[in-house]
């Protein structure tokens, strides 16, 4: 599949640090400290573009990679480099820099930013936003405003299966921005009183 670009891609890129590949997106992510900044996909080596670089890169007639998520087409961020590219190394290389330093700065962002949607919370996920919105909690705010064993309850009203335990300690922990694995055995009693 994309095992000799893969391999042309790491050997390049190399001398910016560590480098590693995960599978992703029907290609191959390429990532320098878990930070992935190219995806090499279709045999061709794709950079992390930003608002910046993005236009310079639609300049260039550079395409972003567009996959299918549920039958809709997903435009990324990551644009493919041309084959006349690899004739240059050194200016795959300065891109490759600035598409790091790019996905570093977002990952950043990512880390310091207040979740906006419930599923984005700890130990929550779609599932678990439906329920929610269907007991009327539709915010984060909302969510932490009420509380996790209110926020329980509501679900417990709305849902016609019974809902496990766990499903408290996992709103217990998205509200305090842990594991509901990390939940003490303290504050479950606690909850479970309060219940």
Known sequence: MDKPILKDSLRLLSSLGKVTSRS?????????????????????LHLRGSEETINLFKEQGLEPYV???RGFPVVTKYFAISPESWKEPDL??????V????????????????PTRIKDLPNLRLATERMLKKAGITTVEELRNI??????????????????AELLWSLEGA?????WSVVSAETRQELRKQL
């Open 24 to 44: 992703m997106f029907g290609g191959f992510g390429v990532f320098i400290d878990d930070t992935m900044f190219a995806l090499v996909v279709q045999d061709k």
């Open 67 to 69: 996959y299918k998520k």
């Open 92 to 97: 795959i290389l300065i891109q490759a820099v």
């Open 99 to 114: 598409a790091f330093d790019v996905a570093k700065k977002d990952k950043e962002k990512q880390k310091t930013a207040a």
């Open 147 to 164: 509380g996790s064993v209110n926020a329980y309850k509501a679900i417990q009203q709305t849902h016609s299966n019974s809902v496990s």
């Open 175 to 179: 509200i305090k921005g842990t594991h």
